[in-house]
């Protein structure tokens, strides 16, 4: 039965690739293992967080590979080893035997990291292109818990109804976009996704939440321990400064398999001036000291 309900999840997104079918079972996954996180009560002292937290509560058109958390209070003795085995007796009902790793070697790093791989459940669901032409039906999903976060998240409180109905804590949407916006503009690298989900907060008059991207500022990046004082016109020019350094064809090409194909024309249309543009969106009254009293 646990089977047929994940083959009757998978359906719903009538994917017409290989890749599609892979990233389809990946966030299926994910969410049984958010289920199974929310059985630990995990979210009392977590709030979930990144590019697969604005996919599954809050419905950005992307896929994405990693589940991210920053724990509400910090914690270096932090461990998912007390978790692992929850995650597997959940999952182990839907047909998967897992096995998890953890990051290993990182006593002294804020961020703890354990994977979860599974190569099981694929073999028991019908699939009409994976597995075809050498495709790899190994699965394997990244969990990162920053257990030294930046201050002055927001939170809200969200809810999954698959596989069941779970509660969730998650970073408010103002401050998943501050760390996108700080993730911009520290890194060393681009990557397609962040630029992708800039025009996706951007487009929907998402604000920022001030203190948690200076707070982001400053832990890390080219104004680290600069306690940096972000107002509009700062930000602005900042990422302006990024966009005009950006080649464009190695970003669509990282965001193309993100996203299935009624988005991929809109990828593909991508031009330096659109990004400008967003970023000119982000006035004063964008910026907020304090949360808002109802986020969306």
């Not at 992307?62 to 692992?84: K, V």
């Not at 085995?85 to 804020?110: F, S, V």
Request: some cysteine.
């Amino acid at each position: 039965m646990s089977v047929e309900l994940l083959q009757e999840r998978l359906a719903r997104y009538k994917s017409a690739t290989s890749e599609e079918e892979l990233m389809a079972v990946r966030e299926v996954t994910q969410e049984l293992v958010l289920a199974a996180l929310a059985r630990g009560d995990f979210f009392s002292r977590a709030s979930f967080q990144g590019g697969t937290c604005l996919r599954i509560a809050y419905g950005i058109k992307r896929f994405s590979e990693d589940l991210d958390f920053a724990l509400r209070l910090p914690d270096p003795d932090f461990s998912w080893a007390s978790y692992g085995k929850g995650i597997q007796e959940e999952l182990a009902a839907y047909g998967y035997k897992l096995e998890l790793k953890d990051g290993g070697g990182e006593a002294d790093r804020a961020v703890k990291r354990m994977f979860v791989k599974d190569d099981a459940v694929t073999k028991s669901l019908g699939f009409e292109h994976l597995g075809k032409a050498g495709v790899t039906r190994k699965l394997l999903i990244k969990l990162e818990a920053d257990t030294n976060p930046p201050a002055g998240a927001w939170y809200t409180r969200s809810e999954m109804t698959f596989p069941y109905r779970i509660p969730l804590v998650t970073d408010d949407p103002p401050t998943l976009f501050s760390g996108k916006l700080a993730a911009l503009l520290s890194r060393p690298y681009e990557k397609g996704r962040d630029w992708y989900d800039f025009l996706w907060n951007t487009g929907r008059g998402t604000a920022v939440n001030l203190p948690f991207l200076e707070a982001s500022l400053d832990q890390c990046g080219p104004w680290k321990g600069q306690h940096v004082k972000v107002d509009a016109t700062w930000l602005v020019e900042q990422l302006t400064e990024r966009i005009d350094g950006i080649e464009w064809t190695p970003m669509k090409k990282d965001i193309r398999r993100f996203v299935q194909a009624d988005e991929r024309e809109a990828v593909e249309a991508w031009t330096e001036k659109q990004f400008h543009t967003a970023a000119s969106t982000l006035d004063e009254k964008r910026l907020l000291r304090r949360p808002q009293s109802r986020q969306d």
